[in-house]
């Protein structure tokens, strides 16, 4: 401490430090002065509370989403529901603008347009990111209840299963097991992702970066550290993910 | 019990049924037999509406299953079925495979699901495969397991598509006797099948199908002794 004080003193009087010494400075400036490293922990715990929410979200999103549109497309010819078909329509303009619009316009009507008068940023940004997530992770499911067998639905429904119930219990656990690498993969989308929420003041931490040097005027630092960080937890939870893979694996076996 | 009237079914252009016409009776055992692609697996799914049948009626005691306002949930829950390949739910135990739709349906209380699940396995030796799942079973083992899971629902018909096709030759014979058991016991069952001694041994019937008609409807003794159908003693020279 008592040396970043003599380096601050000698940086503010202009003089040219010596590589290593500037190192330190703005390393000790951009990490450990006033206690920083606290803000990028808790942009860290913002991150992954907000990853979890809108990966939570989203499925439950995508699930619906990607029901709904099973259900209507597995419609006998000339038995189509109206009402099916009209909520078959809604899931049909979601992922087609939500995927075709850009995420950071998505986070900016929401946070701008939609919640303009809500100050909680954060779950503002959490809710638009889970809209997003939403819409390819019913994509991804869509996929999945497709490739169960068709012999578990029958199984299903001449057991006096309604359709609603094999869905749920039956076809939806299998094919979420079969997506769970592509749902890892959204995850890891999502865990990136979360810097968005920063362009509407969501707490995360890109935004503890963007605080840091929007004082010390030292960008490298600041930024070059929440992407070791982001790298990090993206390698952390893709080695879980494997790991989670195999032992899944592992009791299909047999 | 169960009573077809002129049933028919096309897959677009293809007619597979055009006119079946069959009435089975409580306890009967109905062995279908016929060449390949002549529709007595569409017919058989047509039985529970697994299959909508283009023209026709469908009676199961009093209900016409396959009129538009009729519950076929709870027409199923009487007509248990039993596949080619088990459908047994990959993701749940042989218990919660068993238990799950009477525990689903309100017909059971948990414990009593699981305790007459467990007499139900115990009768077919396989109670310490209660906790594993499906994957960890012989094809054999599923088959008893799938038509334990079928019991389990109390039916008063089983419908069988063909059971034993897709077994290792050395255990069909498990398949067939649980099968014999049912049959003795007073189930009434209808079975599609190659199966042509387990036809003679259990049924009371054999129904040749061909051309989407119902050709022959006769006792086995006679079915196989006199045919009295040229197209079927032709199959029954190939199979037999």
């Known amino acids: 401490m008592e040396l970043y004080e003599r380096l601050a003193a ?38 992954l509370t907000v990853t979890a929410i809108a990966l939570a979200l989203g499925i439950v999103f995508g699930c619906v989403v990607a029901v709904v549109r099973v259900a209507h497309d597995q419609q006998r010819p000339g038995h189509k529901n109206p009402v099916l078909g009209f909520f078959n329509g809604v899931c049909l303009v979601y992922t087609t603008v939500i995927r075709g619009t850009p995420m950071m316009v998505q986070m900016l009507i929401m946070g701008l347009v939609v919640f303009a008068s809500s100050r909680n940023f954060t779950v503002v ?76 003041g969501g707490k995360e931490l890109l935004y503890a970066a963007q605080g840091i040097y929007g004082r010390t005027y030292e960008q490298m630092f600041p930024l070059f550290g929440i992407a070791v960080i982001y790298l990090v937890l993206v390698m952390f939870f893709t080695w879980l993910l494997g790991k989670l893979e195999r032992r899944l694996a592992q009791s299909d076996r047999g | 019990m169960i009573e077809v009237k002129h049933l028919q079914k096309h897959y677009g252009a293809n007619e597979v049924l055009k006119d079946i016409d069959l009435t089975v009776d409580k306890g009967d055992v109905v062995v279908l037999v016929g060449p390949s692609g002549c529709g007595k697996s569409t017919f058989l799914r047509c039985l529970n509406m697994l299959e909508e049948p283009d023209g026709g009626e469908v009676w199961f005691k009093d209900t016409q299953i396959n009129a538009p306002r009729t519950d076929i949930n709870s027409v199923r829950r009487k007509v248990g079925m039993v596949f080619q390949h088990f459908n047994l739910f990959p993701h749940m135990t042989v218990k919660k495979n068993i238990t799950f739709a009477p525990v689903r349906l309100g017909l059971m209380k948990q414990e009593e699901a699981d305790r007459r699940a467990m007499e139900l396995l115990e009768r077919i ?13 012989s094809g054999g083992q599923k088959q008893r397991i799938a038509i334990v899971r079928a019991l389990a629902m109390d039916p008063e018909v089983l419908l069988f598509d063909e059971p034993t096709s897709a077994l290792d030759p050395e255990m069909v014979g498990e398949v067939l006797e649980l099968m014999k058991e049912l049959a003795r016991g007073g189930m009434t069952m209808l079975c599609v099948t190659h199966e042509m001694g387990f036809a003679r041994e259990v049924a009371n019937r054999i129904i040749f199908i061909d051309e989407g008609v119902v050709k022959v409807d006769k006792p086995p003794k006679e079915f196989f002794a006199n045919p009295g159908n040229e197209r079927l003693a032709n199959f029954l020279s190939k199979v037999l």
């Open chain 1, 125 to 200: 940004g959490a809710l638009a990111l889970s809209i997003n997530s939403g819409a390819y992770v019913s994509e991804i499911i869509r996929g999945g209840i497709m490739a169960v067998d068709a012999g578990q639905r029958e199984a299903g429904r001449s057991l006096g299963l309604n359709y609603i119930t094999t869905m749920v219990y039956i076809i939806v656990p299998q094919a979420l097991r079969a997506v769970l690498p592509a749902l890892g993969n959204e995850f890891i989308i999502l865990l990136k992702d979360t810097s968005l929420i920063t362009i509407i």
């Open chain 2, 125 to 137: 030796g396989l109670a310490d495969k209660a906790d594993t799942y499906p994957g960890m079973l």
């Open chain 1, 10 to 47: 000698l940086a503010r009087a202009g003089e040219k430090l010596p590589f290593w010494q500037e190192f330190y400075f703005k390393f000790f400036q951009a990490f450990l002065v006033n206690d920083r490293w606290l803000q990028y922990l808790e942009g860290v715990g913002t991150t």
